[in-house]
DNA sequence: CCAGTTACGCTACGGGTCGTAGCGTAAGGA
DNA sequence: TCCTTACGCTACGACCCGTAGCGTAACTGG
């Protein structure tokens, strides 16, 4: 799950410590709760995490890199639990993607991340690769349990039923993104159960369209 | 429209340069073109204004004040069209958010100032004015319209109906918004049929739940 | 044990932006 | 004409950035 050493480490010399690693991401997902993500400077992060300011940037290229690291570890807790049907597990999952959303780490730096990336085509494959795409993979779950169960057909062309799973993602990722952030207003159950019956209704007229 | 002056004039003294403002929120357009969210700056506005930085200071708080108002203008733009039916005009509009959000200038100040919303409630509410009731204008009108045309149930009670609405709304404007800016692929006229069959088929299910 | 190699902490630095203060001048109103 | 407010300009301390340089620490291969 972390794959995030490209250049492999040599196998001379002194190796870097891994504490410092996790000291500094948690460092930084401090300094965002305290001064989200337009205050947070590199020196702070490297005070609190016990660091020189020179060592963060042997590893990170600047801000934005560091924050999505810090930030891509909290996308791991999310997962599609087996409630048994479609519906209860799109609210589960609803539920706790909103729930993410609001811890003030998430709220902060998800959102300006994502602005930064739209001028950087590197942070934006790194916000995919880490974050994005662990999103996305519990729409395909899902909807390979929802057609072992019946509730989907499965689509014979590959084509369509991979536009029609990006269609799902940016819908329901969208949604609760858009409610939590833009709109500001909580997603309790009951929210999440209307927008899961409007989901799969339009879900079953989708398929045939 | 431009109703962005709280503070009203006092009847005495020099007037201000009605030709300064607009030569501001201009320049700043201009400055995120070139330059987006994060490089932007004061100074630089300032100078592509033709105008003294602290005259900007004199009226605007920041610099998320200041594009928050920069960008406002450009969703006057958007109208909902009357072509006949719901489908029609939900596509329409979709196309049409589409394209403002694939504006350079939307594109990399949207998620900013939302970002920095998160931890400051004025700029929200500016957010929130200026910006996003707009856009939640065109929702409510379209519903009128799909009513008076026969397409959609009249809600008996007012609090479903507008918690209806908010939904749609965020249903609408999340996944055109993460389509854009978070999946950074095109929103084209069958991405937005697609879509629109979705909700349309969604609403029809939501309203009796 | 001893070079060789890399990581680390620390200090210092030039460069840039911020937001404000102070001043003289410009443009209206009583 | 006085009064009031806006404007342009300069200058300033404060902060953060990102890097260079240096001595030290840690680990490896001979």
New binding site residues.
Partial sequence: MLSRSHPR?????????AA??EAILEATRASLVDLGWS??????V?TRA??????L???W???NELVVDAVAVLFDELELPDLGSLSADVQAVVLQFAALLERPETRTALMAVVAESTRDEALRTRIRDSIVDRQKRLVLQGRRRAQERGELPVEPDEGTASTTADLIFDVIAGAVVHRVLVSAESVDADWARRFTVLLLAGLGAAASA
């Fill in positions: 480490p040599p196998r001379t010399g002194r190796p870097r410590s410092a690693d205050k947070l400077t590199m020196g702070d490297a016990g660091v020189a300011k020179t060592t940037y042997r590893r290229a600047g801000k």
